[in-house]
């Protein structure tokens, strides 16, 4: 009678610590999959910054030679995008591109004959598409962060969550996601 006590016991720890191991595995699987969809919108977020990078000499261009003498505006262009485009990128660096830009765009309609332009409307275009892309990448990022917060901090993950290695994720990630995503920048001259 003791044997098959001792043998009930011994089989019970057994099953509880098997449990415990495959609660576990499945708590750290889930807790690397939302962290990897954490991982890959602020991946989203750079290509879009840095198609956005790379149109803006295109657009330069295409507006020097209808607007030669609005030299500022496209002199504040350049430096804006060189700013953010070098050292510490920053949500204030972006907003003056961002600014930048929007002077840009509207020397569109100053210049009937730039607004004309294929070539400027196509960049236009294609630079209002990328500014879309980038508000539904920040947006798809919060949205992954926010998933992998709750998880991490929902019972029973929040007790092993912390011993996985695994923190929080910050919402506003632009100093990380915009951290070298422009490498060069291309030589624009007047």
Same mark, same amino acid.
């Given at each position: 009678?003791?044997?098959?006590?001792?043998? *009930?016991?011994?089989?019970?720890? =057994?099953? %509880?610590?098997v449990a415990l191991v495959l609660l576990l595995i499945g708590i750290y699987n889930n807790l690397v999959r939302l962290r990897q969809n954490v991982r890959q919108g602020v991946a989203d977020i750079d290509a879009q910054l840095r198609q956005r990078h790379d149109l803006i000499p295109n657009l330069v261009e295409a507006v020097k030679g209808y607007a030669g003498h609005e030299a500022a505006t496209l002199e504040a262009v350049i430096t804006a995008r060189n700013a953010a485009a070098k050292g510490e990128?920053?949500?204030?660096?972006?907003?003056?591109?961002? %600014?930048?830009?929007?002077? @840009?765009?509207?020397?569109?309609?100053?210049?009937?004959?730039?607004?004309?332009?294929?070539? *400027?409307?196509?960049?236009?275009?294609? =630079?209002?598409?990328v500014e879309d892309k980038l508000a539904a990448a920040r947006r798809a990022l919060n949205a992954a962060a926010a998933r992998f917060n709750s998880a991490r901090e929902s019972f029973p993950?929040? @007790? *092993?969550? #912390?011993?996985? #290695?695994?923190?929080?994720?910050?919402?506003?990630?632009?100093?990380?996601?915009?951290?070298?995503t422009v490498d060069q920048t291309p030589k624009v001259a007047f």
């Open positions: 009678m003791v044997d098959i006590l001792g043998w *009930f016991w011994t089989s019970a720890i =057994l099953v %509880i610590m990128p920053s949500a204030a660096g972006e907003q003056k591109l961002k %600014i930048a830009l929007d002077n @840009l765009l509207a020397l569109g309609e100053a210049y009937p004959d730039l607004k004309a332009s294929g070539n *400027f409307q196509s960049l236009q275009n294609e =630079l209002g598409d993950a929040v @007790l *092993f969550a #912390g011993m996985l #290695g695994f923190g929080p994720e910050a919402f506003d990630r632009i100093a990380e996601s915009e951290k070298g």
